[in-house]
């Protein structure tokens, strides 16, 4: 079937106020009693109004306006020691206790679930006093789903040399269905895959289960492969991670994260594989990383405030997304998510956000700039009708709010006629 591939430049477009939904008046928050629920929400993700300064011309990498904790650098590598990340451990580590997995009882001989002695060697690293570097060698490890818990006493540098894969027993999965590798509530945690690190999620079973795949199936939830969740001053670098049994790598109410250097691979039709999720997560810089998956490049919703994201490469896959928000009627709060730099080859859309009608509260102080797309369907689409179910989504009359959104300089080709696609 031939398409037609357009060229198209824009170099400025601002969406000052609310996409002019007819039901806007009801997207303000403000009309609701202080009391009510939107409050206990922001309050629990983390949100606050009024933390993020209206952006400059340049926002990238630049606090403004003060309130942001910075990231600790005593456990941040400086870019001059990364070259040798051995190095680098025992340049900031000189007194720091390194725990290997095998010393735990490991086994890398392609049988083996290794799920205890990882659990066991990071229960000993997170409750030294000293700094600890968590080491996985440079071997192919199978573990099934765990958590690396926190509050730990001291900073924690996970070093994995080799790489691990899910086990695809799903029985595994019984008492958690959402998550393989979950970080959960650790502060102060570097995840560096040193270039040769691999996550992978051995996802085709999952798959071959989803609904999205055979309609016959009921929809069930498959597990993200990782997710970081409450984790404040998180480092994840050079890593590379491929098919997710669903998401690939979801950020959830944490707060300070730099994620450097990821590499996500799946294949194009594998369902809902996102490549970085963020949720309810403050201060988050994702810098150079490629992603091609079947679903969202990035995508960022509900609670998000200070996102940055620079030196992306998406495709394929459905591109970078803001949403979808609001969907069964919910609250949803996202502001400040400034991208710059970005190129999207052959995703079917470009920069989105998405909403459900119905929901409630706003996506605003939004910037695209300096993006470059090749073939990509809807190159800049609002869609305020977003709708992801069997069943047709009736009208509403309440729906988020989309303000301030600025596309800078976006350039390239298209393959369904004009970039511009804004739908209510
Ligand atoms: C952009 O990201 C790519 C892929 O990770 C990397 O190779 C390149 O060095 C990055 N460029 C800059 C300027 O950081
Ligand atoms: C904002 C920020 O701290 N970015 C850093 C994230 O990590 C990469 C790689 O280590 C650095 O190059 C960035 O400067």
Same mark, same amino acid.
């Given at each position: 079937?031939?398409?037609?591939?357009?060229?198209?430049?824009?170099?400025?477009?601002?969406?000052?106020?609310?996409l002019?939904?007819?039901w806007? #008046?009801?997207?303000?928050?403000?009309?609701?009693?202080?009391?009510?629920?939107?409050?206990?929400?922001?309050?629990?993700?983390?949100?606050s109004?009024?933390?993020?300064?209206?952006?400059?011309?340049?926002?990238?990498?630049?606090?403004?306006?003060?309130?942001?904790?910075?990231?600790?650098?005593?456990?941040f590598?400086?870019?001059?020691?990364?070259? #040798?990340?051995m190095t680098?451990?025992?340049?900031?580590?000189?007194?720091?206790?390194?725990?290997?997995v095998?010393?735990?009882?490991?086994?890398?001989?392609?049988?083996?679930?290794?799920?205890? /002695?990882?659990?066991? /060697?990071?229960?000993?690293?997170?409750?030294?006093?000293?700094?600890?570097?968590?080491?996985?060698?440079?071997?192919?490890?199978?573990?099934?789903?765990?958590?690396?818990?926190?509050?730990?006493?001291?900073?924690?540098f996970?070093?994995?040399?080799?790489?691990?894969?899910?086990?695809?027993?799903?029985?595994?999965?019984?008492?958690d269905?959402?998550?393989?590798?979950?970080?959960?509530?650790?502060?102060n945690?570097?995840?560096?895959?040193?270039?040769?690190?691999?996550?992978?999620?051995?996802?085709?079973?999952?798959?071959?289960?989803?609904?999205?795949?055979?309609?016959?199936?009921?929809c069930?939830?498959?597990?993200?492969?990782?997710?970081?969740?409450?984790?404040?001053?998180?480092?994840?670098q050079?890593?590379?991670?491929?098919?997710?049994?669903?998401?690939?790598?979801s950020?959830?109410?944490?707060?300070?994260?730099?994620?450097s250097?990821?590499?996500?691979?799946?294949?194009?039709?594998?369902?809902?594989?996102?490549g970085?999720?963020?949720?309810?997560?403050?201060?988050?810089?994702?810098?150079?990383?490629?992603?091609?998956?079947?679903?969202?490049?990035?995508?960022?919703?509900?609670?998000?405030?200070?996102?940055? #994201?620079?030196?992306?490469?998406?495709?394929?896959?459905?591109?970078?997304?803001?949403?979808?928000?609001?969907?069964?009627?919910?609250?949803?709060?996202?502001?400040?998510?400034?991208?710059?730099?970005?190129?999207?080859?052959?995703?079917?859309?470009?920069?989105?956000?998405?909403?459900?009608?119905?929901?409630?509260?706003? /996506?605003?102080?939004?910037?695209?700039?300096?993006i470059?797309?090749?073939?990509?369907?809807?190159?800049?689409?609002?869609?305020?009708?977003?709708?992801?179910?069997a069943?047709?989504?009736?009208?509403?009359?309440? #729906?988020?709010?989309?303000?301030?959104?600025?596309?800078?300089?976006?350039?390239?080709?298209?393959?369904?006629?004009?970039p511009?696609?804004?739908?209510?």
């Amino acid at each position: 079937m031939a398409s037609v591939v357009s060229s198209f430049f824009l170099p400025m477009i601002t969406i000052l106020c609310a996409l002019p939904a007819p039901w806007h #008046a009801q997207s303000d928050a403000s009309h609701l009693p202080a009391h009510s629920f939107h409050g206990s929400l922001r309050k629990e993700l983390g949100y606050s109004f009024g933390a993020h300064p209206y952006y400059s011309s340049h926002p990238f990498f630049r606090e403004e306006g003060g309130g942001v904790v910075p990231i600790k650098a005593a456990i941040f590598p400086r870019a001059s020691d990364e070259s #040798a990340s051995m190095t680098t451990s025992s340049l900031l580590y000189s007194s720091a206790r390194v725990v290997s997995v095998d010393s735990f009882g490991a086994k890398a001989d392609g049988k083996q679930d290794n799920t205890l /002695a990882f659990q066991k /060697a990071w229960t000993e690293a997170c409750s030294t006093s000293k700094d600890a570097v968590l080491l996985v060698p440079n071997k192919n490890y199978f573990i099934g789903p765990i958590t690396f818990s926190g509050p730990c006493q001291s900073n924690i540098f996970l070093q994995m040399k080799g790489s691990i894969k899910a086990s695809d027993d799903q029985s595994k999965y019984k008492n958690d269905g959402r998550h393989w590798i979950l970080f959960k509530n650790v502060a102060n945690l570097v995840v560096d895959g040193g270039g040769s690190g691999k996550v992978d999620g051995n996802g085709k079973f999952w798959w071959q289960n989803s609904c999205k795949v055979d309609e016959s199936l009921p929809c069930k939830d498959a597990p993200t492969a990782m997710t970081f969740y409450g984790c404040n001053n998180l480092r994840v670098q050079n890593l590379k991670i491929q098919n997710a049994q669903q998401m690939h790598m979801s950020f959830e109410k944490c707060s300070n994260v730099n994620v450097s250097g990821i590499q996500v691979t799946a294949p194009a039709d594998s369902p809902n594989t996102d490549g970085i999720h963020v949720t309810g997560t403050q201060n988050i810089h994702i810098s150079s990383c490629v992603i091609g998956t079947g679903d969202d490049c990035i995508s960022i919703v509900a609670g998000s405030q200070k996102v940055y #994201a620079t030196n992306i490469t998406c495709g394929p896959g459905h591109g970078i997304s803001i949403g979808s928000l609001g969907s069964d009627n919910s609250a949803a709060y996202v502001s400040g998510v400034y991208l710059d730099g970005a190129k999207l080859i052959g995703t079917t859309n470009g920069v989105r956000i998405k909403t459900w009608q119905g929901g409630l509260g706003s /996506a605003s102080q939004i910037s695209f700039k300096n993006i470059e797309m090749q073939s990509v369907s809807n190159p800049i689409i609002i869609d305020q009708n977003y709708c992801d179910q069997a069943q047709p989504c009736k009208n509403q009359k309440s #729906a988020v709010q989309v303000k301030d959104v600025v596309y800078e300089n976006i350039r390239g080709t298209s393959a369904r006629g004009g970039p511009l696609h804004l739908q209510q």
